[in-house]
């Protein structure tokens, strides 16, 4: 039985050093990955999809000044479609490139900083209408 311990602890050091050995070239071959990764022009800079949402200006209070009412027109022109579930923010950011006058693009809306603005006030059009349940007038019902 000594024999078979000492081939045992033989056999089994073996499979640590493979072991140990494996971990190493995985961890060499993780660090010059993320190197690599780090070193890429632009990997600094927040990307989702191409876009650099980064290198845009943060919205200012005339933006939220006006997209709103554009915001409350598009659900009350729409307000039969809004209370069928068939208007999307998608129309609502393509309505307010064309008629806001702000210079901005429907990738530049598609940035969270501008997205929340536009969807905290369908959010609270949802709650004054109950989601299309109440007379369009709820709509435009709360103060700017």
């Not at 024999?3 to 071959?29: D, F, H, P």
């Not at 990307?47 to 006006?66: I, M």
């Amino acid at each position: 039985t000594s024999n078979k311990s000492a081939c045992w602890r033989q056999l089994t050091w073996k499979r640590c050093r493979l072991a140990v050995a494996a971990l190493v070239v995985v961890g060499l071959i993780s660090a010059a990955c993320f190197a690599l990764v780090s070193s890429t022009p632009g990997s600094s800079e927040s990307t989702s999809g191409g876009d650099n949402f980064g290198s845009r200006p943060a919205p200012t209070g005339d933006f939220a000044k006006a997209v709103v009412p554009l915001i409350r027109r598009y659900v009350t022109k729409h307000y039969k479609d809004y209370g069928k579930g068939l208007v999307t923010l998608r129309h609502m950011k393509q309505y307010i490139v064309a008629k806001s006058n702000l210079g901005l693009s429907y990738d530049d809306l598609r940035d969270d900083r501008y997205s929340l603005v536009i969807e905290h006030e369908v959010d609270a059009i949802v709650n004054r209408c109950d989601g299309g349940k109440r007379p369009v007038d709820c709509v435009g019902s709360a103060d700017l």
